[in-house]
């Protein structure tokens, strides 16, 4: 008899099972089987491998069981061999697979009932969410890190680097991509690549305009009901004194040239600060800056509250309570310098607030402070000639009168000075561009 014929009836007499079979080393072999098609599946229970080492222990009642725990992790390593996990899965599984063997370990010597329904070692649970946030948390960054070092491959070899696209992100690109297609096809082509700076302000005109739009219809309505109850609630103050005029000005004009004014300022102040602020996204593209961002949005909110004025004063001559206007061009011109002093002043606080973050949060202060002393809702000529000069220092005060002396006939300011107001607006327009020159550091594209 040959010794393939004897092996041969060794296998029969084990399959008909003749002969005696090692308890032992089926569990070892069925643990180290076991946990070998478990480790790299995804979405796998701590309570799996709990399981595993638990079916394998009736074979070791009184032995010891440092074999099987070993063939456990013999099983671990060939995973990792067999499946090439990265060395982060690779260090994950083993912790996992190390933890759940010294947890249970630990419950057998303290002579806990292992076998019991639902059993799980305490702590255990914490354990692996713990293990599983640490392993996601290093996967993340070894993404981060890989795209990084392809954006910088890419950077050297002067190629395009390609984003892939996540899929809950390829349905938006996919509507996003005619749109960009027909951008590129009504590009107009430029001088040596650059775009020139005078044919971005229609396109960030109507950007603003649709800002304002997509703002909110409240918001659109507010730029009338605002002024309005301001300029009710000041005239009303005005009529009950028993004043129909002020200083030959119908008080119901008077208030409104004050008020409207005002708000336009104080919008302009305000708007063009925070497009100055947020400039940031645009400043990758070169023709654009911030301090052009500002006067766009404050030559838009001029625009605006030029047509806010202009409804305002027809609904109201045509129900008899205001009066037209007696120099239309030098009313604007005055309406137009006040609209460039506040544009000056919100660059000016926007570069304050490149380098001091809080401090807009005085800008309302300030204004308020301002509002005093801008004869918006009284002229100098009303109070006593000893006291004009506290309010006379404010250039806002000279504009708002020039302004009432352009509308109304009546009325001719002795004090406001029209060089005063020149020489101030140029004075503010010079400060703003020393402040954008100083703060333009302060701003990093995004």
């Given amino acids: 008899m040959t010794n393939q014929d004897r092996i041969e009836g060794w296998r029969k007499k084990r399959q008909a099972g003749l002969m005696p079979t090692d308890p032992q080393a089926n569990a070892l072999s069925a643990a180290f089987t076991q946990i070998r098609a478990l480790v790299g599946e995804p979405n796998r229970d701590i309570r799996t491998i709990v399981q595993i080492i638990l079916n394998g222990l009736p ?5 010891d069981r440092r074999e099987l725990y070993q063939r456990v992790h013999d ?9 090439g996990l990265s060395e982060i899965a690779a260090d994950y599984w083993t ?15 303290k002579g806990v009932d292992v076998f019991a329904s639902g059993y799980l070692p305490n702590g255990l649970a914490e354990f692996d969410a713990k293990l599983e946030a640490g392993y996601r948390l290093r996967l993340r960054q070894m993404r981060v890190t890989r795209a990084r070092k392809e954006r910088r491959r ?7 680097h390609v984003i892939p696209v996540l899929p809950d992100e390829a349905a938006d690109l996919a509507r996003l991509r005619p749109l960009l297609d027909y951008l590129h096809a009504v590009q107009r082509p430029t001088h040596h690549g650059t775009v020139p700076r005078f044919q971005t302000i229609g396109p960030l005109f109507f950007l603003r305009l649709l800002l ?10 507010w730029l009338f009901v605002g002024p309005l109850v301001i300029m009710v609630l000041w005239s009303s103050m005005y009529i009950l004194n028993g004043m129909r005029f002020v200083l030959g000005m119908d008080t119901v004009t008077f208030t409104l040239t004050g008020v409207v004014v005002w708000v336009m300022l104080r919008q302009i102040v305000f708007r063009s600060s925070e497009a100055y602020v947020s400039a940031r996204g645009w400043l990758n593209l070169e023709p654009i800056s911030p301090v052009l961002l500002s006067v766009m949005t404050g030559g838009v909110y001029l625009l605006v509250y030029l047509f806010v004025l202009s409804a305002m004063i027809g609904f109201g001559r045509f129900l008899g309570v205001i009066s037209l206007p007696d120099d239309v061009l030098g009313a ?3 309406i137009a310098g006040i609209a460039v002093i506040a544009v000056s002043m919100g660059i000016i606080f926007a570069s304050i607030a490149s380098r001091w973050h809080y401090f807009m949060r005085f800008s309302s202060a300030i204004e308020r402070f301002l509002q005093v002393f801008s004869s918006v809702f009284f002229v100098s000529e009303q109070l006593p000639y000893e006291y004009r000069s ?4 404010c250039p806002l005060a000279h504009g708002f ?9 009546a009325y001719k300011s002795q004090d406001a000075s029209p060089n005063y107001f020149l020489v101030s607006i140029t004075v503010f327009v010079i400060s703003a561009l020393v402040a954008d020159r100083l703060a333009r550091p302060n701003l990093q594209p995004t």
């Fill in 95 to 109: 912790r996992r697979v190390k933890g759940a063997v010294r947890m249970l370990e630990a419950d057998l010597r």
């Fill in 75 to 83: 099983g671990t390593d060939a995973a990792i061999k067999e499946r």
């Fill in 212 to 221: 304002i739009q997509a703002d909110s219809r409240i918001a659109l309505i």
């Fill in 154 to 160: 890419a950077t050297r070899e002067d190629r395009a």
């Fill in 59 to 63: 074979a070791f009642p009184n032995a």
């Fill in 332 to 334: 604007l011109s005055c």
């Fill in 401 to 409: 009168q020039l302004l009432r002396s352009a509308y109304f006939v």
């Fill in 390 to 393: 506290y309010f006379l220092w």
